[in-house]
């Protein structure tokens, strides 16, 4: 027997063992589990990225992290390193809770996703119909003074968006906390989160602000969802969290989700990224998610463990059905993983296209269009998405799999989404 042969049998054998001793620990609706040969994982393979993540831990280049990955609808390996929180050095655990920001995304794209369904909502309905703050809209084109130096032209918006622009990032509306412009400068200038807006007054605030793009031309990474938010709520007649609560985190057991983490026991669940390690933008630091505010940003404001993530993939992976409950339907989890945002579409990448080289967009995630061109492995149908606290997932339905990695550390986000991708690839079996 070689070295890797024993060294495989020693991390099997340690797999199986964990695996029984953490199954009591969740409630009978959560994910079962399995060793990682039973799904055709490599024992060894994952072990190496155990190995991986505690040295990063030990360098200091993160204080601690959650990665959880499942195959043919059972956990095959799930391990928590380092720390909750440096400053206290409690340490990581499994149920702990992070700040998933854009990952909130496609929670609230499905909920969306639901009243499309109900028949209450459509996506190629102008969103005006809903919130009429956005019925003319202008648009900022940069254009050069007398001296050279850009200024803002603002002209009339040439068609209305729709909800399906708000859903696949082409709507117009922009981020002012990275990139260059005159018209982020605006956003940024405007602080449309300041003095606590709820969530129609956010909407209200950004309907005043000019577009970035004409809707339905330019994938721009923006405030989009957290508008689609809003009108989840005018057609639901409920909060956003109480209408996602109603159909969709409370009956996969998503207890943990949410958007702010009032409950003491729960906030010494928290986890936090180093001091140095708090912002992600212009004017854009790490939030607090313990102190309780009016906005429930449908587009980042989230906070979710590893287990709670997983029955939500689960369920899409499963094509809209978990533990025999049906939350969409399957011909809605194809509309919403094929790609949305493509030339054929009249659609083109801005110049921050986040998605990257290989990937289109649906509603809510990044979706793969071939299993080339990407400078990561996965399959051509394979979406996903991340938060800029540096959460990360992904679904990989030829392979059955789904791959959750829960971090908090802006400055390390995208390292991890390049290395975790390669070392999970790498223990496929087959």
Do not use: C
Not at 37 to 56: P, W, Y
């Amino acid at each position: 027997m070689t070295n890797f042969q024993s060294h495989a049998k020693h991390l099997a054998k340690h797999f199986a063992v964990t695996a029984a001793l953490v199954l009591p620990l969740f409630a009978a609706a959560e994910l079962p589990r399995a060793t990682p040969e039973q799904v055709d994982l490599s024992s060894a393979r994952l072990g190496m990225i155990t190995e991986t993540l505690k040295a990063d831990v030990a360098a200091n280049k993160i204080p601690g992290a959650v990665l959880l990955i499942a195959r043919r609808g059972k956990v095959a390996y799930f391990e928590s390193v380092g720390k909750l929180d440096a400053a206290s050095n409690a340490p990581m655990g499994k149920d702990s809770i992070f700040r998933i920001y854009s990952m909130s995304k496609p929670i609230t794209t499905v909920a969306a996703m639901m009243l499309v369904e109900d028949g209450k909502l459509k996506l190629d309905d102008p969103i005006a119909l809903y919130l009429p703050e956005f019925a003319k809209m202008t648009v900022g084109v940069e254009k050069p003074d007398a001296s050279g130096q850009p200024i803002l032209e603002i002209v009339p918006a040439r068609r209305a968006i729709t909800v399906q622009d708000l859903m696949r990032h082409t709507s117009g509306l922009t981020y002012g906390f990275f990139g260059p412009g005159l018209v982020k400068k605006a956003y940024n200038d405007a602080n449309v989160s300041a003095d606590d807006p709820d969530n129609a007054q956010f909407s209200q605030r950004i309907a005043k602000l000019p577009l970035a793009y004409q809707p339905g031309t330019t994938w721009d990474y923006s405030y989009s969802t957290d508008i689609l938010g809003r009108i989840v709520e005018v057609v639901s007649g409920k909060s956003l969290l109480a209408f996602e609560k109603e159909r969709l985190l409370d009956p996969l057991g998503m207890a943990d989700t949410s958007f702010y983490v009032t409950d003491a026991a729960k906030q010494k669940r928290l986890a936090e990224p180093f001091a140095t390690d708090r912002n992600f933008g212009v004017n854009a630091d790490i939030s607090d998610p313990r102190v309780a505010r009016k906005l429930e940003a449908g587009g980042g404001g989230m906070v979710s463990t590893a287990t709670d993530y997983a029955q939500f993939l689960q369920m899409l992976l499963g094509g809209g059905t978990l533990d025999g409950k049906r939350y969409l339907g399957p011909a809605t989890i194809r509309q919403m993983t094929a790609d949305h945002a493509n030339a054929g579409a009249g659609i083109v990448p801005g110049p921050l296209y986040l998605p990257g080289a290989g990937y289109g967009f649906g509603l809510g995630f990044a979706v793969r269009r071939a299993t080339g061109e990407a400078p990561v492995p996965g399959e051509a149908g394979e979406y996903y998405w991340g938060g800029a606290g540096g959460t990360y997932m992904w679904v990989d339905p030829k392979s059955d799999m789904f791959v959750i990695f829960m971090v908090q550390s802006p400055k390390q986000r995208l390292y991890y989404r390049s290395v975790i991708r390669n070392m999970v690839y790498a223990a496929l079996l087959k």
